[in-house]
């Protein structure tokens, strides 16, 4: 959302109080103020695939062994007390570890495509803010020049424009993360809600998912 309305509450009261005359547009808020800039700007997408690629590898693993775990199961040569003891034990643990290596493969695309779209957004973001800062300081010498070609009116015209494409990219990096973080929890909630310990897979907390990215994000024992 790219317009005054939706980026009102990042402007600090004493630059939203009012616009005179002789400023040159409502966009005079930093897009640095902005909380969702220091996020951005922090954000390192290689740790998006990072965590995307343990996520993978904890969803091939919990498909073998789903996969392995229901042949045994319904394996009709296999008899006896010790095959009826196995079929007891693990009940439903096949099917459960399907539908866990299903979410973690949602988690893993979401996080993926996280990545995609981080990076160019970042990148575009860190070069506005260098044009902006570039204009802003050109803007007040030509206003104390008080030329008459109109220098200083396309200078004020150019800050607004990179202002506004400013607050674009930190509304896309909101929507990218938001869109993320949303799939993450439909696949937990989707998840089986039984403990996995002893199934002999990886088992990744998917709260710890939904909180990226967060500082200290991927934590020591879920990297790659």
């Not at 979401?110 to 044009?131: M, T, W």
């Amino acid at each position: 959302m790219s317009n005054c309305t939706g980026i009102a509450r990042f402007i600090p009261a004493a630059t939203s109080a009012g616009v005179g005359t002789d400023r040159y547009s409502p966009w005079m808020a930093d897009p640095l103020t902005d909380p969702r800039a220091a996020d951005l700007l922090g954000a390192e997408p290689e740790q998006a695939g990072a965590l995307a690629g343990v996520f993978r590898i904890a969803a091939g693993e919990s498909g073998r062994t789903s996969t392995g775990l229901a042949a045994a199961q319904h394996d009709a040569t296999w008899t006896g007390r010790a095959a009826d003891a196995f079929r007891r034990a693990i009940g439903r643990l096949p099917g459960q570890l399907g539908r866990l290596g299903d979410g973690f493969t949602v988690v893993a695309d979401a996080l993926y495509g996280y990545e995609d779209v981080l990076e160019p957004i970042q990148s575009e973001f860190e070069r506005v803010i260098a044009q902006l800062g570039e204009a802003e300081a050109r803007l007040e010498p030509l206003r104390a020049a008080a030329r008459a070609d109109g220098a200083a009116a396309d200078c004020e015209t150019q800050i607004a424009s990179l202002q506004r494409r400013a607050f674009a990219l930190l509304d896309d990096f909101a929507n990218a993360r938001n869109a993320c973080r949303a799939a993450i929890a439909v696949a937990q909630q989707r998840a089986p809600s039984a403990p996995m310990a002893g199934s002999g897979v990886t088992v990744i907390d998917f709260d710890e998912a939904i909180e990226w990215p967060a500082a200290g994000w991927p934590p020591r024992e879920l990297a790659p």
